[in-house]
């Protein structure tokens, strides 16, 4: 399969790009950068996306013109963009295009770990770790793991997360996401950290998912560049892909 790059030389892009390389069944066949014309994508098959949030869409809106398919990995995706996509591929009902906030497999078993561990447990908070040259807070892993834990105990009929706090700093508390209190560390030294803490009579459980290295999200890029061809349409979020069911 002949795989092109888009953000061929940033953090993320070089590591895809040297796994296509190692990869027996993929050929490297456009590495692109920001000052690159994109004419070599069109020798693809697929074309993996780890740019920008403000360039992406007219990246992608390029390739669904040409029937390429479309792994995605850079953020900014909300509701809006998401519907722009899937406006551009109604026009092109052939192509696949696979989105995902976070293509660390580790990271979406964590997510779905604590879903799965949500309803037997009264309490849960979520603490994410990070370098401290990260914009945003919470971040969107936990955001995400804390409305997936919100949903699974409401489908579970429990009650909210007990907290007699009355009095406090601003801030203590952490942020609440759904009813689930969101804890954000930044220290140097850090790179990408989670944990949900559980907690029921006289025991708690905790769930933790440390990405250390930005090599953690290529074997989850891979899965999307060999599926993707066969999921015509938006798929949105890696665990689609990893048959978890
Ligand atoms: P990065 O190191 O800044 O790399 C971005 C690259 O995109 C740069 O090399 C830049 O090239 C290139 N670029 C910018 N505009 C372009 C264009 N129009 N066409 C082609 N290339 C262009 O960033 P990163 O850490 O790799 O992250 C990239 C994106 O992925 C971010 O949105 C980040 O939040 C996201 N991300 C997602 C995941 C996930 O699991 N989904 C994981 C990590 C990061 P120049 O240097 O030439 O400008």
């Not at 888009?6 to 066949?29: F, I, Q």
């Not at 809106?61 to 398919?69: A, M, S, V």
Request: hydrophobic share 45%; glycine share 10%.
């Amino acid at each position: 399969m002949k795989v092109g790059v888009l953000g061929a030389r940033g953090r993320v892009g070089s590591e895809v790009c040297r796994a296509v390389e190692r990869a027996a069944d993929l050929k490297l066949v456009a590495a692109i950068g920001s000052a690159d014309p994109l004419d070599s994508l069109a020798l693809a098959d697929v074309v993996v996306d780890f740019t920008r949030p403000d360039v992406v869409m007219d990246n992608l809106r390029w390739c669904i013109g040409r029937g390429l398919h479309c792994v995605v990995g850079t953020t900014g995706f909300d509701r809006a963009r998401l519907d722009s996509l899937r406006d551009a591929l109604a026009e092109a009902p052939d192509v696949g295009v696979v989105v995902a906030p976070n293509f660390s497999v580790g990271a979406v078993l964590m997510m779905r770990f604590a879903a799965v561990a949500s309803p037997f447990y009264e309490s849960v908070e979520i603490v994410e770790m990070h370098h401290p040259d990260k914009a945003d807070a919470p971040s969107g892993t936990s955001r995400r793991t804390a409305e997936m834990v919100a949903a699974a105990r409401r489908e579970a009929g429990l009650d909210a997360v007990p907290d007699a706090t009355s009095t406090g700093l601003d801030g203590a508390r952490g942020a609440d996401v759904d009813g689930i209190h969101v804890h954000s560390l930044r220290a140097r030294g850090l790179v990408a950290h989670q944990e949900v803490l559980l907690g029921g009579p006289g025991e708690t459980l905790t769930i933790r998912h440390d990405s250390m290295d930005r090599a953690s999200f290529v074997p989850g890029v891979l899965v999307a560049v060999h599926a993707v061809r066969d999921r015509p349409g938006l798929t949105v979020g890696l665990e689609h892909l990893l048959d978890l069911d």
